[in-house]
Nanobody, 123 residues
Framework: QVQLVESGGGLVQAGGSLRLSCVSSERTFSSQAMAWFRQVPGKEREFVATISWSGGSIYYADSVKGRFTISRDNAKNTVYLQMNSLQPEDTAVYYC????????????????WGQGTQVTVSS
């Protein structure tokens, strides 16, 4: 069973920054695409960003493009999400996900999920 543990969430003012981290117990982490999703109460979980095993392919949701940066350190089994210029609409629980294969934007393409970390942006 793969475990994903997110950290780095918190409360920040609009315009501020946060860096989320996700540590994976996956033995083949360096060959897995990873992603970040987010969810607010009453809404479906939505795609934020994904990164291929090598970091050579990266995709972002339009809503975060230019503000968020996904990266990974395969030596540390860790994926990151640097979030800049945060806005109140970025408030959500952020989840790290381990891909079934290649990069993707649908939740069905991911088989393991972390417990989530809350990000709250005040106006």
């Amino acid at each position: 069973q793969v475990q994903l543990v997110e950290s780095g969430g918190g409360l920040v003012q609009a315009g501020g920054s946060l860096r989320l981290s996700c540590v994976s117990s996956e033995r083949t982490f360096s060959s897995q695409a990873m992603a970040w999703f987010r969810q607010v109460p009453g809404k479906e979980r939505e795609f934020v960003a994904t990164i291929s095993w090598s970091g050579g392919s990266i995709y972002y949701a339009d809503s975060v493009k230019g503000r968020f940066t996904i990266s990974r350190d395969n030596a540390k089994n860790t994926v990151y999400l640097q979030m800049n210029s945060l806005q109140p609409e970025d408030t959500a629980v952020y989840y790290c996900a381990d891909s079934l294969g290649l990069v993707g934007i649908a939740t069905i393409e991911y088989d393991y999920w972390g417990q989530g970390t809350q990000v709250t942006v005040s106006s």
